[in-house]
């Protein structure tokens, strides 16, 4: 049910679904808006209930790896961003899922679709 494939796309998803909220938002295109928003609900709670689920089964994945290799990782452009990205990947997803949720009741559900 959580492979990474569906997980990748549901994130990707949620990350496009924002710029299609923020077009729709500035046109005034409420009636599709609904729609955007309903589909933002089902990614962050996929999200949310997908960290949950790795959270269960975690294991740092870099718990064999050279201290100097990812040191050298990590100072390249960004990469020290992603090391830790992947480190606490179910922390993200439920982090991300939590505020994308808190966004859409608070921010888009609450104003413009009363």
């Known amino acids: 049910m959580f492979t990474a494939k569906i997980i990748s796309f549901f994130f990707i998803g949620s990350l496009v679904l924002i710029l299609i909220r923020d077009y729709c938002e500035e046109k005034e295109f409420f009636r599709f808006l609904k729609i ?3 589909l933002m609900i089902i990614a962050a709670a996929y999200n949310l209930i997908a960290g949950f689920f790795l959270l269960s089964g975690w294991e740092d994945p870099f718990i064999n790896a050279d201290p100097q ?27 991300w899922g939590g505020l994308n949720l808190y966004t859409i009741f608070f921010r888009g559900w609450s104003t413009h679709l009363k």
């Open 36 to 38: 955007i928003l309903i």
């Open 69 to 95: 290799t990812l040191g050298r990782t990590g100072a390249r452009r960004g990469g020290g961003l992603i090391l830790l990205m992947i480190k606490f990947w179910p922390y993200f997803l439920i982090g």
